[in-house]
Nanobody, 115 residues
Framework: QVQLEESGGGLVQAGGSLKLSCAAS????????MGWYRQTPGKQRELVAV???????TYADSVKGRFTISRDNSKNTVYLQMNSLKSDDTAVYYC?????????WGQGTQVTVSS
């Protein structure tokens, strides 16, 4: 059973930074892709950033230049460094891991940006 555990969310002022972490229960080598999504009430979950094996990371246009996704295979952890945060970034952030066509999700971590 794959388990993903997010951490690092919280309350931050606009312009500030946060770093989210997603620790996987097993080796992340086995995943074809890992990424971060976010969701606000009444809206669909949207892709924030994803890193696919052998391919450069992909980012949503709204976070390009501000967010950076990275992975530490030795720690089975994926990170999302978020800089220059805006109130529009307020959401629950979910870690995602994909193996072939199966997606696994974390429980989510709340990020709140105050203006």
């Amino acid at each position: 059973q794959v388990q993903l555990e997010e951490s690092g969310g919280g309350l931050v002022q606009a312009g500030g930074s946060l770093k989210l972490s997603c620790a996987a229960s097993g080796s992340i080598f086995s995943f074809d892709a890992m990424g971060w999504y976010r969701q606000t009430p009444g809206k669909q979950r949207e892709l924030v950033a994803v890193v696919t094996n052998g391919i450069s990371p992909t980012y949503a246009d709204s976070v390009k230049g501000r967010f950076t996704i990275s992975r530490d295979n030795s720690k089975n952890t994926v990170y999302l460094q978020m800089n220059s945060l805006k109130s529009d970034d307020t959401a629950v952030y979910y870690c995602n891991a994909q193996r072939v066509t199966t997606h696994y999700w974390g429980q989510g971590t709340q990020v709140t940006v105050s203006s």
